[in-house]
């Protein structure tokens, strides 16, 4: 999608703190961060949402866990603990139209979530 944020995020036409890459992911700080630790994850390909993924994106599933993990190793919250949250949909909270997952950590996150 030509005009996604995040699509453009990837293709460097806005920039972005990253704070991790491969070939299929990109991780990088949310400008509005909700806890000393925020990072998105997101796939590079444009998916615009949870609830649009299908089998034939198990491999890139996985790489978004990968990342994810390497993400929390690199902002030392692997083992003090960390939120992973994907919001699909308005009503859910999802304010940008590609699948991303927020990585959360280095305060107390309670639950349920406020």
Known sequence: MADCLFCRIVKREIPAVIVHETETTLAFRDINPKAPVHVLVIP??????????????????????????EVA???????????????????AGQAVSHLHYHVLGQRHLGWPPG
């Open 73 to 91: 190793r690199m902002e030392k919250v692997d083992t003090t603990g960390f939120r992973v949250i994907v919001n699909n949909g308005p009503d």
């Open 44 to 69: 590079k390909e444009h998916i615009d949402a949870l609830i649009r993924l299908e089998k034939r994106h198990a491999p890139l599933l996985g790489d978004i866990h990968e990342t994810i993990q």
